[in-house]
């Protein structure tokens, strides 16, 4: 059973550019949320997306978007790249369980460089 | 609105020895869940542990277990027979008990193992 998977694993970017990131969640998964993590800095939660509509959002602009397909994987838009959008990007699925614990699963990230 | 602090930015543990990680967190809610994560090198997130606030018995996986203070809002990770594949980053976070809820995490403690 494969885990959460993220593409691609890392890219290169110029300001002012678009770039779009893709996860495919854990088998199972109806949930996916999104996290920045700047170098040496705990994880920020972008959204989150549940049945294709965005249910919560953290402090991020606009530039930030997203998407969730039928099949429940997502897509991190990003528009307009500043130099402080350069970051590791995780996904991470989730489900509830019958017991009403919250798994969560990372995918490995997508390490992002705007120069 | 909750935030997780972390006050140790590095440690570190000579091989087979114990260590204390150390968090805080500060939050109205009665209702949540704690955990501690792994974050290797190789950049996958892990769970560790996780608690639950409405427990008041300490979590315990293995080497991993968790001091869990809820008036003081503390919430340490113990490490026990350190091992060279422990050193990693180590990530303290919060959520709240409601459904899908958005995960806060602390800046991170970056722990060395000494063999």
């Known amino acids: 059973d494969a885990g959460v998977t993220q593409s691609p694993t890392h890219l290169i970017k110029t300001r002012g550019q678009q770039v779009t990131l893709r996860c495919s969640p854990k088998?199972?998964?109806?949930?996916v949320s999104w996290y920045q993590q700047a170098l040496g800095q705990g994880p920020q939660f972008i959204f989150q997306y549940y049945e294709e509509e965005e249910r919560q959002r953290g402090n991020f602009p606009d530039r930030f978007s997203g998407h969730q397909f039928p099949n429940y994987s997502s897509e991190l838009n990003v528009n307009a790249l500043l130099l402080g959008d350069s970051a590791l990007y995780l996904c991470?699925?989730?489900?509830?369980?019958?017991?009403?614990?919250?798994?969560?699963?990372f995918g490995p990230g997508t390490r992002l460089t705007v120069t | 609105a909750q935030t997780v602090t972390q006050s140790q930015p590095e440690m570190s543990v000579q091989e087979a020895e114990t260590v204390t990680l150390s968090c805080t967190y500060d939050?109205?809610?009665?209702?949540?869940?704690l955990f501690w994560y792994k974050q290797p090198p190789s950049r996958q997130m892990i769970l560790v542990i996780r608690q639950e606030a409405y427990k008041q018995q300490n979590a315990t996986e293995n080497r991993f277990s968790v001091n869990f203070q809820k008036a003081a809002k503390s919430f340490s990770l113990k490490i026990s027979d350190s091992q060279l594949g422990d050193a990693a980053m180590y990530f303290c976070a919060y959520r709240r008990r409601t459904s899908y809820d958005k995960v806060i995490f602390g800046p991170g403690t970056s722990l060395s193992v000494i063999p």
């Open positions: 939050t109205s809610e009665s209702d949540y869940y």
């Open positions: 088998s199972g998964h109806d949930t």
């Open positions: 991470a699925s989730s489900f509830w369980t019958g017991q009403g614990i919250y798994e969560q699963y």
